[in-house]
């Protein structure tokens, strides 16, 4: 067995900054990599396409059941 068999494939870079990541913080480089992208989900950066959701006119919890 040759011991290029055991080697693990290139680790991908941080999607963020591009530098190699590390298994700690896996996908990314660093907290701060992280970090940037939570608050690029919490901002609504990232946005699945898709058909636009309908919006209902009354307020959401409550309802005029009298």
Same mark, same amino acid.
């Given at each position: 067995?040759?011991?290029? $068999?055991?080697?693990?494939? /290139?680790?991908? /870079? ?9 298994? *700690? ?9 992280? $970090?940037? $992208? ?5 901002? %609504? ?6 058909? /636009? ?6 307020? /959401? %919890? *409550? *309802?005029?059941? $009298?």
């Amino acid at each position: 067995m040759a011991p290029d $068999d055991k080697t693990a494939p /290139p680790a991908k /870079p941080c999607p963020i900054c591009g530098k190699p990541a590390l298994q *700690r913080f896996r996908p990314f480089c660093s907290a701060r990599c992280a $970090d940037v $992208d939570l608050g690029r989900w919490l901002k %609504g950066s990232y946005v699945v396409p898709g058909e /636009p959701a309908e919006v209902s006119e009354e307020a /959401p %919890g *409550r *309802r005029d059941e $009298d």
